[in-house]
């Protein structure tokens, strides 16, 4: 490639990249708005939400089956879908013309998922921020290739999505990460487990001679990590039982027996949101942040909800499968968070912030079985490194665990089925 055609090329991708960094923090900000305003309702009317929320559920799925339903529910899949079409190069329809990643579709998602908010639903905007951000990558490819028709249109859409979850999250290695393990789907490809397997045994071994310690010091070093072997396994297993449990009821909604038709399921499914939302005061609406980061931040569980990672479960399968726009990456961690509290609480751990960060990791990597985007993701959104080796555990076994209820991980299967369908 010439240089003056590299040097456009990598003009394309730089603002291609800025764009979504200023589109990620707008559509965060929306959706921020929406959500306070959602809960200024809930405390001001409390019993507005059983009419508000089935009504704007159904609002949210007729939005998508009417002016866009590539825009229904993650938006991962249909980026996974439309990178492995780049891949096999069908010039008959080529992909930078489909509707998985037109700038329409990308409209319609914000306009679903911020009606979902309004309504009280469990879902979260990362999932529906990459695929934004891969519609605004596939638009810049769309203006390249009429310079540069050889351009890699696969790449293009590859990188929108990892600029996408690092612009969600704030996480840039959890980008490259999830580019890796999910979207590429193995650079590491059967040797995966073989490396993080090695990677924790050599890690343990490590800590029982020489225990935690930084290679160069650290000013305010924490207690060792080997002593949170139970906390570890028991999240471990439950993250791995409920979140492979989470990934085949997504993958089979029959299983859930909800109407066929669109607006009655979307209905019920408000209807009963709006049921647990009343019970949970809203504590089960939106992304679960709010809840999660208090109680991170609070120094007892005395007031926490025993129930509260059962209602989030409950919700957000409910709202995912409602037909709306809407992500599942952060109501997966507040889930897990919820369960790490829980068994805190239950089994009486006195580091129960511990429990909700080994939960977090834990759900994530039975529902998504993406070990080390987990483990990534969790590390640099609390700064905690110096558990990798417990995360490392918990997301392995947790995966395993996962892959007995769902072999083939939930977005690759998506992808698949609606690719088929």
């Known amino acids: 490639m010439k240089f003056r055609q590299r040097t456009y090329l990598q003009i394309t991708i730089w603002c291609a990249a800025a764009l979504v960094g200023v589109t ?7 959706i921020g708005v929406a959500q306070d305003f959602y809960f ?39 980026v996974l879908e439309v990178i492995d ?6 010039h008959d329809d080529p992909p930078w013309r489909s509707s998985l990643v037109s700038i329409r579709t990308a409209v319609v998602k914000t306009i679903s998922s911020v009606l979902g908010i309004l309504g009280g639903a469990s879902i979260g905007r990362e999932g529906p921020t990459v695929q934004i951000a891969a519609s605004i990558f596939a638009w810049s490819g769309r203006v390249t290739r009429k310079f540069l028709p050889h351009a890699d249109f696969q790449s293009f859409l590859t990188a929108g ?10 996480a840039p ?24 397997l090695a990677v924790i045994l050599s890690g343990i071994v490590t800590m029982a001679l020489s225990g935690n310690y930084l290679y160069f010091g650290h000013p305010s070093m924490l207690s060792s ?22 990934a085949r009821l997504l993958a089979y909604p029959e299983l859930m027996h909800l109407p066929s038709q669109g607006w009655k399921k979307a209905l019920l499914c408000g209807i009963l949101c709006s049921g647990v939302g009343l019970l949970s005061g809203g504590a089960t609406a939106g992304s679960g942040y709010e809840i999660t980061r208090s109680f991170l931040e609070n120094s007892s569980l005395e007031k926490w909800p025993l129930f509260f990672g059962l209602e989030k479960f409950f919700t957000t399968v409910l709202s995912y499968l409602s037909g709306m726009a809407g992500g599942i990456f952060s109501p997966c961690l507040s889930i897990g968070a919820g369960l790490g509290f829980s068994v805190a609480k239950l089994c009486q751990f006195a580091n129960f912030k511990v429990c909700a960060l080994l939960g977090m990791v834990a759900f994530f990597s039975g529902v998504i079985q993406a070990p080390l985007t987990a483990v990534i993701i969790i590390m640099e959104m609390t700064d905690e490194h110096i558990l990798i080796i417990p995360f490392m555990v918990a997301a392995f076994l947790a995966r395993r665990i996962g892959q007995q209820f769902m072999p083939i991980p939930l977005y690759r299967f998506l992808a698949d089925k609606n690719r088929k369908g």
């Open 173 to 196: 290695l959890a980008g490259i990460t999830f580019a890796i393990e999910e979207i590429t789907e193995g650079l590491l490809g059967q040797f995966r487990e073989m490396i993080m």
């Open 85 to 90: 079409h780049a891949h096999d190069g069908d």
């Open 24 to 30: 990620a923090v707008l559509y965060a900000r929306l």
């Open 225 to 246: 990590s080997a002593a949170l072997i139970p906390e570890t396994l028991i999240l471990g297993v439950v993250g791995g039982l409920f979140g492979g449990l989470f």
């Open 161 to 170: 999505a990892a600029a996408g979850v690092a612009a969600a999250f704030n």
């Open 40 to 78: 200024s309702l809930v405390h001001a009317y409390p019993y507005w939400v059983a009419l508000g929320t089935p009504a704007l559920f159904v609002a949210a799925t007729l939005v998508v089956e009417k002016y866009g339903p590539d825009a229904k529910g993650s938006g991962i899949p249909q």
